[in-house]
């Protein structure tokens, strides 16, 4: 049986969908975005206040079903903006109600100078039992270095 790979990812600004749409077309996986019960606000002022909330209170707000069977992968691609050094909470949300195990999982994170943050250790501590890739992690949406940036990183990784 070939290799199913899904990627799974929340975005906001839409850099980490960018990420997740390019990453999904150059490997021909399935794709799914995570999007909370409760909408989060469409100015980005109160969106920033909000979710800064959410994080330092540990406020996990939860993710609407996907479509997509989780264990139906051996691949999980997972992306997520950088939020203060922390998963975006949808995305935590959706993990805390979704366990699995036994897969091969990828991280990719956008950021604007934190890099990759805490979001290895919120992933792995959420799906302990699984094979880690290596982690991608892109300021913005990469701009034009985006499709180098993402080609080396699956290579790396042994996905193209």
Not at 84 to 108: D, T, Y
Request: charged share 30%.
């Amino acid at each position: 049986m070939a290799n199913k790979t899904l990627v799974l990812y929340f975005s906001v600004n839409q850099h980490t969908e960018l990420l997740a749409k390019t990453i999904q077309e150059k490997i021909g996986a399935d794709i799914e975005e995570v999007h909370p019960v409760e909408a989060y606000p469409d100015n980005y002022n109160v969106l920033v206040t909000m979710v800064k909330e959410q994080i330092e209170k540990h406020e996990i707000p939860e993710a609407k079903a996907l479509e997509h069977k989780l264990e139906d992968y051996d691949t999980i691609l997972v992306g997520t903006p950088n939020w203060w050094s922390h998963i975006a909470p949808p995305l935590l949300g959706l993990m805390k109600a979704n366990k699995v195990e036994g897969k091969k999982v990828g991280i990719f994170a956008t950021h604007i100078g934190g890099g990759i943050g805490g979001i290895e250790e919120a992933v792995k501590k959420e799906w302990p039992d699984n094979d880690y890739l290596e982690s991608l992690e892109i300021y913005g949406d990469g701009g034009s270095n985006r499709e180098k940036l993402i080609d080396k990183w699956l290579e790396k990784v042994n996905l193209k």
